[in-house]
RNA sequence: GCCACUUUAGCUCAGAUGGUAGAGCAACUGAUUCGUAAUCAGUAGGUCAGCGGUUCAAGUCCGCUUAUCGGCUCCA
């Protein structure tokens, strides 16, 4: 007999050599229906696996993460399945799961697929899912396995064998499809009842450009119709809510190939939104103590080659513009903080300076390979939201906790309520790498630790992820769809003061080195202003709308009245105008309907005549009448309301 | 940078198999002066992304380039 321990602690006694399926069986039938592998202390494994020894289960079903990959990867060998009965002769790469879903990797030997060889695909994999085919586990010789796929003809198995130790070589089977595979997979195929292949893209193989390009076939599977009709529609709504097609419609931004890729055309409207959001953050960081500084756009290269980046990043940088007569060399800004410490050196500095906050809106440019570009997310030339606190040592838990005030408070007040941090430590195998005494180290990854605990910040710890010159903690936000962005970092840094050898006397009159903290609660504005976008699909708080009011007359006869409200507003800090165009009054609300702009006043005679307004609320519809003065207060009103967690 | 798809009017898109371009919306003009998501009519607008090639003839076929898009790789 085994002894079984379940999650919550309680225990109970099976037969040697029981499966999950088993156990669960014992609990009920309708568990044992749901059970897709089984988490034996800590390892996932095959549901059906015998359990030799006592154990700690849980046991996995879709609900669980675990539950969830290993379905992905057995719907990844179905696809194959269905690949090699229709298309024999194809060879194959990888297939895993991912956060949504699955791929496979095969080479097809210079063929390619449509829509039609998809189609077909598909269908295939349905009816393969249908046969309830069991996933069947070999352990196999690593010579045999060579054997196997020398046989087939799949040379890419073969490379994969190749790094394999012996003795620990796995075959999954499932129908008439073999592969090399670690596991776990789901009992059968029938688990699979829907089927949607998503994408074809090229992969290189094992990720390396100098390999050769496979073609990678993205699919997802659920257990259910329903729940792939679910996701299919969130896809849609994201479709809909692509910055790219919001920030057209709602003419925030464009770019123009004359210009140049990459290079975003901030609209009226969209300025309008982003200096919105410049004045939001200013207004909060003076009063945090944060000093404003401007700086220009370029920057000698020496001083690149004072802080690394030139060493580091020069030859995937802009190349140096040069002056015309003396050949001076200077590079388009790649960051402000090399030109934040050099303003931080223009006076000594003393202990009681420190922390010095300097902050600019500081628009940047990096030469970004042109297949990264990605409308307003990944840019060449874009304005980081930008600051860089020297502060003693001491201050840098202190410090951190601030800045992760400031963060939360921007997000809060965008309405992003769901977030997690990322603390970025050192790889805890190899510290060569890292710059910076082990001193330092400590205490800016314990104040970092602790900032974050102490702050109750929900966060995940990942070693080795930590930047060269120091530990960082990077804010990832959730939107309204459940998509997870990066957005804020705090980064501390030991190797700019270093190189530009920044200094400030402490008490007992030595010199000492400050410590330099960069952050950015937005990142940058470019891509917060297209995460924000997509969050509230256009509906833009009443305190961001590019445009607040709409004024509508019902006919010429009232456009000046309508005049006369939007003056009233303008006055009030409103932004608003009128739509005098000779359109009937359905028409003129359809449109600003589409434009989203949160209220429209619709003056018609009544209107006029009692110095009233219609109100009519973005998505909602007529909200009656009132007096033209009561609107005004009614509407500043709400937007004190909203920005009222705001310091706005 | 690499692979695949795409590039037609301001926008969204039609234009089998080669025979010198079309719709809706937007714009402009006129009529209409209107009460909560599209008034009617007319006009104008395109070297079919650019360059080169094949052909009697290219939006259509073939190269190269630009940009977009989906991935890969990268992201101070």
Redesign the pocket.
């Known amino acids: 007999m085994i002894q079984i321990t379940f999650p919550d602690g309680a225990q109970r006694s099976y037969s040697k050599g029981s499966s999950a399926i088993d156990i669960a069986k014992s609990i009920s039938e309708g568990l044992a229906r749901k059970v897709l592998a089984a988490e034996v202390d800590g390892e996932i494994i095959d549901a059906m696996r015998p359990i030799n020894n006592d154990a700690h289960l849980k046991l996995l079903t879709w609900d669980d993460k675990g539950g969830k990959s290993t379905f992905w990867h057995s719907s990844a060998h179905l696809l194959a399945e269905a690949i090699e009965s229709i298309f024999p002769g194809t060879k194959f790469g990888i297939g895993p799961a991912?956060d949504n879903g699955f791929?496979y990797d095969i080479d097809l030997g210079g063929a390619?697929?449509?829509e039609e060889e998809i189609a077909k695909i598909e269908k295939k994999m349905k009816e393969l899912a249908g046969q309830k085919n069991q996933y069947l586990r070999k352990e196999v010789a690593k010579t045999d396995a060579i054997e196997y796929f020398t046989q087939k003809e799949d040379p890419y198995k073969i490379e994969l064998l190749e790094g394999l130790e012996d003795g620990k070589i796995t075959f999954y089977s499932q129908g008439a499809f073999t592969d090399l595979c670690r596991g776990p997979h789901i009992p059968n195929t029938g688990f699979i009842k829907a089927i949607k292949l998503t994408?074809?893209?090229?992969?290189?193989w094992?990720?390396?450009?100098k390999n050769k390009?496979l073609?990678?076939v993205?699919g997802i599977t659920y257990p259910s119709q329903k729940e792939l009709d679910d996701y299919l529609l969130l896809l849609e709504e994201a479709k809909k809510r692509?910055h790219?097609?919001l920030g057209?419609?709602l003419e925030l931004f464009t770019?123009s190939?004359k210009v140049?890729?990459?290079l975003p055309l901030w609209l009226p409207k969209g300025a309008m939104l982003r200096e919105r959001l410049q004045q939001f953050l200013q207004k909060a960081q003076i009063e945090s103590g944060y000093l404003p500084v401007i700086t220009p756009h370029i920057g000698s290269k020496q001083l690149?080659v004072t802080s690394g980046?030139w060493d580091?990043?020069?030859k995937?940088?802009f190349r140096p513009i040069t002056t015309p007569n003396e050949g001076e060399e200077f590079m388009l800004k790649?960051?402000n903080?090399p030109h934040h410490c050099e303003i931080y050196k223009s006076s000594p500095r003393s202990y009681k300076d420190l922390p010095l906050r300097l902050a600019e809106f500081g628009t940047?440019y990096?030469?970004?390979?042109?297949?990264?570009?990605?409308?307003l997310t990944?840019v060449r030339g874009f304005t980081q939201d930008d600051a860089h606190l020297f502060c003693r040592p001491e201050q840098v838990k202190e410090e951190f906790k601030k800045v992760i005030d400031l963060v939360m408070y921007v997000f809060t007040s965008l309405d992003f309520h769901d977030f997690t941090a990322q603390i970025s430590l050192r790889d805890q195998e190899d510290r060569s790498k890292y710059i910076g005494s082990e001193e330092n180290w400590l205490i800016a990854e314990n104040s970092i630790i602790e900032a974050a605990a102490e702050k109750g910040l929900n966060t995940v710890v990942e070693y080795g992820e930590a930047?060269f010159y120091g530990p960082k903690l990077d804010f990832m936000v959730k939107d309204a769809l459940g998509r997870s962005w990066q957005l804020g970092?705090i980064?501390v840094d030991y190797n700019l003061p270093e190189r530009f050898e920044l200094e400030y006397v402490d008490a007992d009159n030595t010199k000492k080195r400050p410590v330099m903290i960069?952050r950015a609660p937005f990142g940058s504005m470019e891509r917060f202003t297209a995460v924000l976008l997509e969050h509230c699909a256009g509906n833009f708080p009443v305190w961001l709308a590019p445009e607040q009011v709409k004024v509508l007359?019902?006919?010429?006869?009232?456009?000046d009245y309508a005049l006369e409200v939007v003056k009233l507003l303008k006055a009030a800090d409103i932004r608003a105008s009128v739509d005098d165009?000779?359109?009937?009054?359905?028409?003129k609300?359809?449109?600003t309907?589409?434009m989203k702009t949160p209220y429209?006043l619709?003056?018609?005679?009544?209107?006029?005549n009692e110095q009233k307004v219609?109100?009519?609320k973005?998505?909602e519809?007529?909200?009656?009448?009132m007096l033209n003065t009561e609107f005004v207060i009614f509407l500043t009103n709400i937007i004190k309301e909203q920005t009222a967690g705001t310091k706005n």
């Open positions: 991912i791929y390619a697929f449509g994408n074809i893209a090229g992969a290189y094992r990720g390396n450009e390009m073609t990678r993205y692509d790219r097609k057209k419609e770019f190939e140049g890729s990459g690149y980046h580091k990043y020069g995937d940088s790649p960051m903080c940047v990096r030469y970004e390979q042109s297949g990264e570009l990605h409308g990944r930047a970092t980064q960069h007359p019902i006919s010429d006869k009232f456009g165009r000779q359109e009937k009054i359905g028409k609300i359809r449109d309907e589409l429209m619709i003056v018609g005679e009544k209107e006029m219609a109100v009519r973005h998505g519809g007529d909200q009656g009448v």
